[in-house]
């Protein structure tokens, strides 16, 4: 299948390891990864604040940029969720009807990187091999807006050499929520703090998530603890392989590509 | 007692529409100063930790029992949509049906004039004091303030009412008012201000509330008014339902003479049957009960039973205003069952007061913002991490999170000059509509690399609004390249 990925404007900008990592698996899986390189962003961090006439060129340029892929996937719940339930609404609400029904027509091909791999490929072993104790934290969005369930356990469970411990409150959100880290940011911090305890009780060397932004805040959290536990994406997880458990493969803040 | 009337919302061609709601419902402060006095309280963090984390686990349980939970909840929702949709109907019937059963009906169109009424109609009856059923409606509008003003007394019956009342307090909670207390400090509390309370008063629950008994008992039995508000008002005859945990509420509702009900328009359902949906939702959803166990209902009066003057007020305070926007209007759907102020991860740790408004968490940021004006409660609709925790509980499936998001782009939509925020989202948004131009930002953000020297994450001390996220977590140093870009390099185009 081919397979356009939409990097997300964070994990582009900030962790590129993370698209990199989930073109890596695609690949590996036996598709063909397309990049357009028009992409920005999906427009949620301008709806989410308030900016929802803003955010509509926005939209307008997601949806030329991604016109005609056959399936697209990102490495994020919140972005996917986003695609899903603001965009044509937002379009809509502007009196762009042309632009909502395209986006909503996209949104139908656009899917969450555990939801694409675990319905639309069938496939729950990638082949991954992560030699290390992982504690799964399910992002706000994967969790309730995508429904993702399940499937990032099934892959994660799968994954050779991997030991998968339960994290305590897990459904509980771990402050990040957008511009609301900045804006309430003690708020924010107070509910991270608790989001770290739990993590830290679990002894797990690494928390993933589906996310790259609750898991730079979670990992902005712990470096300043110099708690020793690290965050890495789901995505950067089920690419490690035998051959290939690369030291970049973090999202430790990443130096170079 | 109450703040400044803020003046009727107007049309475009100047016309008044409905008046904004006055009372309890702002703060002195915005949400982030309240929210960081409370978060630095240690004890107020642990009982609601404490609290918040039993009532969720007490719902989930009997929730998961009902294996027709999902249709009920959608029965709720539909007929709540349904009721709002014809709202003006269900309340005229309402009127009739209480007038022609010996009730008198009085409609009130903002707080100040939902007191003057019930202040009126106190002092006619020659009664000193006056006991109350829990209300949140007469919370909303200060009306204990507006009663003592001209020297009346007035005793809140239901136990965590009376903590807050005589703590002299505010309440926190919707369905507990006194939730952000502990049973120590309520002892202090009893032992502090009850008269003639047993010096040797413990701490165990028992004993504190046989301590509050002995204090109501007597006041129950001399009372001649009572007020209450309710939780439903059944159009098609008239009758009120107040549902409570206690009986304290039952008490005030048969002992006194005259009653008078408060009642907020939204809370009108058009038939008995519908509270066939309403009182399966609401017990589990608040208490975490299957039933609840004391449910009054009564419609006029009854010659030598129960009161034998009864008055209802109807109250608009801003909820017609409400109901005008089509996104927002989901609001007045509310039960008042707090199941989101239980699950939500910023109340769990703020805690009630630090929203300024009777109605606190989720809810309340999305219901007291629209009842004053949303550029009277600017701060309350971002008071949330859009976590949904709140929608998924909510038994009428209020979708909180839409309705925050769409009152921050009515307060942003509102102002008439753009602050810094709005011009670097404008700035952003042309930027993230146009590759060439996003490439460049994307650049642009790599001068970030010189602050950071070499290191991984940038320093600490950065310039707001970027200092809000670098006091306590790190920010990763830009990568000298962008996905996108380096893919770009490796595959050309």
């Given at each position: 299948?081919?397979?356009?990925?939409?990097?997300?404007?964070?994990?582009?900008?900030?962790?590129?390891?993370?698209?990199?990592?989930?073109?890596?698996?695609?690949?590996?899986?036996?598709?063909?990864?397309?990049?357009?390189?028009?992409?920005?962003?999906?427009?949620?961090?301008?709806?989410?604040?308030?900016?929802?006439?803003?955010?509509?060129?926005?939209?307008?340029?997601?949806?030329?940029?991604?016109?005609?892929?056959?399936?697209?996937?990102?490495?994020?719940?919140?972005?996917?969720?986003?695609?899903?339930?603001?965009?044509?609404?937002?379009?809509?609400?502007?009196?762009?009807?042309?632009?909502?029904?395209?986006?909503?027509?996209?949104?139908?091909?656009?899917?969450?990187?555990?939801?694409?791999?675990?319905?639309?490929?069938?496939?729950?072993?990638?082949?991954?091999?992560?030699?290390?104790?992982?504690?799964?934290?399910?992002?706000?969005?994967?969790?309730?807006?995508?429904?993702?369930?399940?499937?990032?356990?099934?892959?994660?469970?799968?994954?050779?050499?991997?030991?998968?411990?339960?994290?305590p409150g897990?459904e509980q959100c771990c402050g990040f929520g957008?511009?609301f880290a900045?804006?309430n940011a003690d708020t924010s911090t107070a509910m991270l703090t608790d989001k770290m305890a739990n993590v830290l009780s679990?002894?797990?060397?690494?928390?993933?998530?589906?996310?790259?932004?609750?898991?730079?805040h979670i990992?902005?959290g712990?470096?300043?603890l110099?708690?020793?536990?690290?965050?890495?994406?789901?995505?950067?997880?089920?690419?490690?392989?035998?051959?290939?458990?690369?030291?970049?493969?973090?999202?430790?803040?990443?130096?170079?590509? | 007692?109450?703040?400044?009337?803020?003046?009727?919302?107007?049309?475009?061609?100047?016309?008044?529409?409905?008046?904004?709601?006055?009372?309890?419902?702002?703060g002195?402060e915005?949400f982030p100063d309240a929210a960081r006095t409370a978060l630095r309280d240690g004890q107020l963090r642990a009982n609601l930790g404490h609290a918040t984390s039993t009532i969720r686990g007490?719902?989930?349980?009997?929730?998961?029992?009902?294996?027709?939970?999902?249709?009920?909840?959608?029965?709720?929702?539909?007929?709540?949509?349904?009721?709002?949709?014809?709202?003006?109907?269900?309340?005229?019937?309402?009127?009739?049906?209480?007038?022609?059963?010996?009730?008198?009906?009085?409609?009130?169109?903002?707080?100040?004039?939902?007191?003057?009424?019930?202040?009126?109609?106190?002092?006619?009856?020659?009664?000193?004091?006056?006991?109350?059923?829990?209300?949140?409606?007469?919370?909303?509008?200060?009306?204990?303030?507006?009663?003592?003003?001209?020297?009346?007394?007035?005793?809140?019956?239901?136990?965590a009412?009376?903590i807050v009342?005589?703590g002299?307090d505010k309440p926190s909670h919707i369905l507990v008012p006194a939730i952000h207390k502990n049973r120590a400090e309520i002892?202090e509390i009893?032992?502090?201000?009850?008269?003639?309370?047993?010096?040797?008063?413990?701490d165990?629950?028992?004993?504190?509330?046989?301590?509050?008994?002995?204090?109501?008992?007597?006041?129950?039995?001399?009372?001649?008014?009572?007020?209450?508000?309710?939780?439903?008002?059944?159009?098609?005859?008239?009758?009120?339902?107040?549902?409570?945990?206690?009986?304290?509420?039952?008490?005030?509702?048969?002992?006194?003479?005259?009653?008078?009900?408060?009642?907020?328009?939204?809370?009108?359902?058009?038939?008995?049957?519908?509270?066939?949906?309403?009182?399966?939702?609401?017990?589990?959803?608040?208490?975490?009960?299957?039933?609840?166990?004391?449910?009054?209902?009564?419609?006029?009066?009854?010659?030598?039973?129960?009161?034998?003057?009864?008055?209802?007020?109807?109250?608009?305070?801003?909820?017609?205003?409400?109901?005008?926007?089509?996104?927002?209007?989901?609001?007045?759907?509310?039960?008042?069952?707090s199941?989101c102020l239980n699950v939500c991860p910023v109340y769990e740790r703020t805690g009630g007061h630090a929203y300024g408004?009777?109605?606190p968490g989720p809810?309340g940021a999305?219901?007291?913002?629209?009842?004053?004006?949303?550029?009277?409660?600017?701060?309350?609709?971002?008071a949330s991490s859009?976590c949904?925790a709140c929608?998924?509980?909510?038994?009428?499936?209020?979708?909180?999170?839409?309705?925050?998001?769409?009152?921050?782009?009515?307060?942003?939509?509102?102002?008439?000059?753009?602050?810094?925020?709005?011009?670097?989202?404008?700035?952003?948004?042309?930027?993230?509509?146009?590759?060439?131009?996003?490439?460049?930002?994307?650049?642009?953000?790599?001068?970030?690399?010189?602050?950071?020297?070499?290191?991984?994450?940038?320093?600490?001390?950065?310039?707001?609004?970027?200092?809000?996220?670098?006091r306590s977590r790190?920010?990763?140093?830009?990568?000298?390249?962008?996905?996108?870009?380096?893919?770009?390099?490796?595959?050309?185009?």
């Open positions: 299948m081919k397979v356009a990925l939409f990097a997300t404007c964070l994990v582009d900008t900030l962790t590129p390891t993370v698209a990199r990592a989930t073109a890596t698996l695609l690949e590996r899986l036996g598709h063909e990864v397309v990049v357009p390189t028009g992409q920005a962003c999906c427009g949620q961090m301008h709806v989410n604040t308030g900016y929802r006439r803003e955010a509509v060129p926005i939209v307008a340029n997601h949806v030329r940029a991604f016109a005609g892929a056959e399936a697209i996937v990102a490495p994020s719940g919140s972005c996917v969720a986003s695609i899903h339930h603001q965009q044509a609404d937002v379009a809509r609400r502007a009196g762009e009807h042309r632009l909502a029904a395209d986006a909503a027509e996209l949104a139908g091909r656009t899917y969450e990187l555990s939801q694409f791999l675990v319905d639309v490929l069938g496939v729950t072993d990638v082949g991954a091999y992560y030699p290390h104790r992982v504690t799964y934290h399910p992002t706000c969005h994967s969790l309730r807006l995508l429904k993702v369930g399940d499937r990032p356990f099934r892959l994660l469970r799968a994954v050779r050499g991997l030991e998968l411990v339960e994290l897990a957008g511009t900045v804006k679990t002894h797990a060397e690494v928390c993933t998530a589906g996310d790259a932004s609750c898991l730079m990992g902005g712990l470096s300043r110099r708690a020793g536990t690290r965050t890495v994406h789901l995505a950067e997880i089920l690419a490690s392989t035998e051959e290939a458990v690369t030291p970049n493969q973090t999202t430790r803040p990443a130096m170079s590509v | 007692m109450t703040a400044t009337v803020p003046g009727p919302a107007r049309t475009f061609l100047g016309l008044p529409t409905a008046p904004r709601g006055v009372g309890h419902l702002r002195d915005s007490k719902r989930a349980r009997v929730v998961a029992e009902l294996p027709d939970w999902a249709e009920l909840r959608e029965a709720g929702r539909a007929l709540k949509a349904a009721t709002m949709a014809r709202l003006d109907d269900h309340l005229e019937e309402l009127e009739r049906q209480v007038t022609a059963r010996g009730g008198t009906v009085h409609w009130a169109r903002d707080a100040n004039e939902a007191n003057e009424i019930v202040t009126r109609l106190v002092l006619a009856t020659g009664a000193s004091e006056v006991v109350k059923v829990k209300s949140m409606a007469t919370q909303e509008i200060g009306l204990n303030e507006a009663l003592e003003a001209v020297g009346l007394d007035v005793f809140e019956t239901d136990l009412e009376l009342q005589l002299e002892r009893f032992a502090r201000t009850i008269p003639g309370v047993d010096p040797g008063l413990t165990e629950p028992r004993q504190l509330a046989m301590a509050a008994r002995a204090h109501l008992r007597e006041r129950f039995l001399r009372a001649r008014v009572a007020v209450s508000g309710a939780n439903f008002g059944i159009a098609e005859t008239g009758t009120l339902t107040v549902v409570e945990s206690e009986g304290n509420g039952r008490m005030c509702l048969t002992l006194p003479e005259t009653l008078i009900t408060v009642m907020g328009i939204e809370k009108v359902v058009p038939t008995w049957r519908d509270l066939e949906v309403f009182l399966q939702l609401l017990p589990r959803s608040s208490t975490g009960e299957r039933m609840n166990p004391y449910t009054s209902t009564w419609a006029g009066v009854t010659p030598g039973d129960g009161p034998q003057e009864f008055h209802l007020v109807l109250l608009d305070n801003g909820r017609t205003a409400v109901l005008a926007d089509e996104v927002g209007r989901e609001a007045l759907h509310c039960i008042r069952c199941a408004s009777v109605y809810i999305v219901l007291s913002p629209q009842l004053t004006g949303v550029e009277d409660n600017a701060s309350l609709p971002y859009l949904g929608y998924e509980v909510c038994p009428v499936a209020i979708d909180i999170p839409s309705i925050l998001v769409h009152l921050r782009s009515e307060h942003v939509e509102a102002q008439e000059k753009p602050n810094a925020e709005a011009l670097a989202f404008r700035g952003l948004a042309r930027a993230m509509s146009n590759p060439r131009l996003w490439h460049l930002a994307q650049r642009a953000s790599r001068l970030g690399r010189l602050f950071a020297r070499g290191r991984p994450t940038l320093p600490n001390a950065l310039p707001p609004p970027i200092s809000g996220w670098t790190d920010l990763p140093t830009p990568p000298t390249s962008t996905f996108v870009e380096s893919w770009t390099r490796e595959h050309g185009r």
